[in-house]
């Protein structure tokens, strides 16, 4: 049945999209997928203490006993980008020293300087991961929350420790999962019921009053400058024109529907 087929596709389709997505980063080059994984299961190598030494001495010393004003300078020094635009990734780890090289990243990256600049300078600090933001604890007492925002994490960590938290990491999982499968399968039935032809055909109606539109706009940002009667009478008589053209297609396919419902073509 045709049920079953498009079940089994998008539990197949959505199966390797979130594998895809959350454990190779998301990443179309497949050389990197293997470094990805790798990070995602062991983040702790992404902290990297020593190579934020510069960064941390560059601080002035009213900065350095201050986590949020740390973040400050880490937030101007690392600017935000999502991994798109930044690795060609949809999730993209990068550990503390990719992030200083660029200049750039997402809050996870911002997260991981940060972390490293702390552990450098002897906090008890690590990083926050979450499905949709990354943020920083210094482990006081009370603990100290850096960039955080509303939301719970799967996994905590720093260079020397990590710590999951496999029931939000599960559900995030099968949030993601059925995202895709729902999508998957909302677009198996659209195609089954010929919809992609309805829409083509109403998106070649459309084609004609984006003309006509985009006609009337031109016309008025040049009439804006140069009022010449003649530019009045011709950008009528294209918009004239651009609607007769689309009344006649309608009316072309719509006796050519009328035919097909008065002599259906017969199967042999």
């Known amino acids: 049945m045709p049920l079953r087929s498009h079940v ?10 979130v ?78 020293e990719e992030v ?26 690590v990083a926050v991961i ?28 720093n260079e020397q420790f990590v710590q999951w938290n496999y029931q939000v990491l599960f559900l995030f999982f099968m949030g993601e999962f059925l995202l895709f499968f729902v999508g998957l399968m909302v677009a198996f039935y659209v195609v ?15 084609k004609y009053t984006a003309l006509i539109i985009a006609a009337f706009v031109l016309t008025a940002l040049v009439m804006s400058r140069y009022w010449v009667p003649g530019l009045m009478a011709f950008s009528a008589i294209l918009l004239i024109g651009l609607e007769i053209i689309a009344q006649v297609r309608t009316l072309i396919n719509s006796r050519r529907e009328s035919q097909n419902l008065l002599f259906p073509t017969r199967k042999r």
């Not at 200083?100 to 990256?109: V, W």
């Not at 997260?111 to 702390?118: E, G, R």
């Not at 007492?141 to 960039?147: D, E, Q, R, Y």
Request: net charge negative; hydrophobic share 40%.
């Open 100 to 125: 200083l090289l660029r200049g750039r990243d997402d809050c996870d990256g911002q997260a991981v300087v940060l972390c490293s600049v702390l552990r450098y300078a002897g906090y008890d600090a």
């Open 19 to 96: 594998v895809f997505v959350i454990g190779l980063g998301g990443n179309m080059n497949p050389l990197a997928w293997k470094t990805q994984a790798n990070r995602f299961f062991f983040p702790q190598q992404l902290i990297l203490p020593e190579t934020t030494a510069d960064l941390f001495h560059e601080m002035e010393e009213n900065v350095k006993d201050d986590p949020a004003q740390m973040f400050s300078v880490i937030e101007w020094k690392v600017q935000y980008a999502t991994d798109l635009f930044n690795y060609g990734a949809l999730n993209h780890l990068a550990n503390a």
């Open 8 to 17: 089994r596709k998008s539990l197949l389709i959505s199966t390797v999209s």
């Open 130 to 157: 979450g499905p949709y933001h990354s943020w920083v604890e210094v482990r006081d007492t009370p603990p100290t929350f850096i960039n955080y925002r509303e939301g719970t994490w799967f996994v905590k960590f």
């Open 192 to 206: 089954q019921k010929g919809l992609p032809r309805y829409v083509d055909e109403s998106v070649g109606y459309l």
